[in-house]
């Protein structure tokens, strides 16, 4: 084993020992235990325990990744397609703190190892997110990992799931907004209101138009009855919106 090999290892111990009591303070604090029912909403992106009594806890949560009993790999979630790109910024910055000390383990998408494995990486997405707890659950030959970053309210939740939209091809996904031209078949040009990377859980969503409204916005100097108008804005999942920007990407 060379020095980076031991300086992982020694780094990955370190942050498992810490899980274990972060986790027992974690599962006491909130009784887990005694909710016996568990959902969770990836598009939304919260953990949900509930009890027969009708008790409901709430928790932000990001997948940490998934162990594979079929193939004994591990699979980190920013190298899925399809996760959310909050989830991917978030678990991202575990990779990024990986290819600062060349901890291949952190870099690399697809691993092999075992179940414990998932609780290592999942104790080192822990100590770099700060965060309050994880959780494990099964799923047909897989075992995923979710790290909670903070626990939600009911009225939060009720506020956080208001910025979420049904999606006939995606299931859900957060709300963004998009002018009646754009679409997925031709290319309109895309304009965005912002940077995609700098939007948060507090901000209204993502937002764009084609090359027809941005002329008229801009002869308009800016958004008026006459431009909004003319863009006719409806809402569509965030998924559907990075797709669409795909397409009008290729001209």
Not at 35 to 45: K, M, P, S, V
Not at 60 to 73: L, N
Request: with cysteine.
């Amino acid at each position: 084993m060379n020095l980076n090999e031991q300086c992982f290892e020694d780094y990955k111990d370190d942050c498992v020992e810490e899980l274990m009591t972060r986790q027992d303070e974690f599962m006491k604090f909130y009784d887990i235990n005694s909710y016996e029912h568990w959902y969770y909403d990836d598009g939304i992106g919260v953990f949900d325990f509930k009890s027969d009594d009708g008790r409901s806890l709430y928790f932000k949560h990001a997948k940490v990744g998934s162990y594979s009993t079929k193939t004994d790999t591990w699979k980190w979630s920013w190298d899925y397609e399809s996760t959310e790109s909050h989830v991917r910024r978030l678990i991202g910055k575990v990779r990024e703190f990986g290819e600062s000390k060349n901890f291949d383990e952190l870099t690399t998408g697809l691993l092999n190892g075992d179940e414990y494995t998932g609780w290592a990486m999942t104790a080192i997405a822990v100590k770099l997110l700060n965060a309050i707890g994880s959780y494990r659950v099964p799923q047909d030959h897989l075992f995923v990992y979710f790290i909670f970053t903070n626990q939600l309210t009911q009225e939060e939740y009720d506020a956080v799931k208001a910025k979420y939209i049904a999606c006939n091809v995606h299931e859900s996904g957060r709300v963004a907004f998009i002018c009646q031209h754009l679409n997925k078949e031709t290319y309109t040009g895309f304009h965005e209101a912002f940077d995609p990377d700098t939007i948060t859980d507090d901000d209204d969503g993502y937002q764009a138009w084609c090359d027809e409204c941005e002329v008229v916005r801009l002869e308009e100097d800016g958004w008026n009855d006459t431009s909004m108008a003319y863009a006719k804005i409806k809402l569509i999942c965030d998924k559907c919106y990075f797709e669409i920007k795909a397409a009008n990407q290729i001209i």
